[in-house]
Each structure stands twice: as C-alpha cells, then as structure tokens.
C-alpha cells in the first residue's frame, strides 16, 4: 500500500502536535484527527490516499483482429484508479522485444511471427506510478499456403 498526502492543512499543527490515523485502509480517503498539544485544537481534516492503479481489467475477448502477421491487443481501464488519473498504459510483450506506451484501451501490433504464442503485460500509469500487471496470451495464425485463399470444411 502506497500513500500520498494530497493536501492538508499545515497551519492546524504546532510543535508537539499529533496526527491519529484510524481504520485507514485501501481507500481513497479518510477522515484524520489533527490535534494541536499546546492549544488543545481539534479539527477534522480530509486526507487524500492516493495509491498506483489496480491493474487494468479483461475483456471476453482481448485478442482480436488475429491474422498470421498481426493481431489487436484490447483491455478495459483498472476498476480502481488509485484516486489519480490514468496518464497511460505500458505494453510488453514476449517473444521479442515489444514495448510501446499508448493512452488508449486497444493497440494493434504488426510484424508478428506466423503461429507464435505472445504474452502480454499491460499495466495502468497515474501520477504515482504503474500498477500490477493484466497478462494476457494470444497466438498469431499459421501461414496460409502460397495459392490458398480461404480453407473450406465439410462433414460427411
């Protein structure tokens, strides 16, 4: 868990003062207790918690577009953002060295190799960091006979 003070009155504290945090957990925020020892000042204050997004989430289908050569790669944002905006997504892949930013939920990635299983981790980017990974595998299609254009199947 990583936090950040947002904002937060510094004015309230004086030498000796305390700061009581209770029942803060993964939220995006809480309500803390400001307490000023030498003049028994007690005020409420708001802090923020910011953390790194969650990672981002699955689709049915996240390879689409499949073709020998290439496929679409597409995910939905992180459920929890981390209480700061997504700025982007970074993209690894393997077989390779695919790497490549992007601020949208989809990419198409050319030059593949033909019937080639890729592994893909794609993590969410706020102002704190990137978060865990989504992994995701697809696998390119075979190559198709020179002279072929369409395969066609029937049972008997």
């Known amino acids: 868990f990583v ?6 009155n510094e004015t309230l504290l004086t030498t000796n003062a305390t700061l ?5 957990s993964d939220l995006d925020e809480a309500v803390v207790v400001c307490r000023g020892v030498q003049t028994l000042i007690t ?6 918690i910011t953390t790194v ?3 981002p ?4 289908t996240n390879c689409t577009d499949i073709r020998n050569d290439s496929l679409t790669l597409q995910w939905s944002p992180p459920s929890d953002n981390g209480g700061e905006s997504i700025s982007h997504y970074s993209v690894t892949g393997t077989p390779g060295d695919i790497s490549i930013i992007t601020i949208n939920t989809m990419y198409l990635f050319p030059d ?10 794609v993590s969410a980017n706020n102002s704190l960091g990137f978060g865990d ?7 390119t299609l075979g ?5 072929f254009t369409e395969v066609s199947m029937s049972w008997c």
């Open 133 to 139: 990974d989504l992994v995701i595998s697809c696998t």
């Open 43 to 48: 005020k409420e204050c708001t802090l923020l």
């Open 3 to 8: 936090s950040t003070v947002n904002s937060f």
């Open 57 to 60: 989430e699955p689709l049915p």
């Open 53 to 55: 997004p969650s990672p």
């Open 112 to 121: 593949l190799t033909p019937n080639t299983i890729y592994t893909f981790n």
């Open 143 to 147: 190559n198709v006979p020179p002279g």
């Open 20 to 24: 009581t945090f209770s029942a803060i």
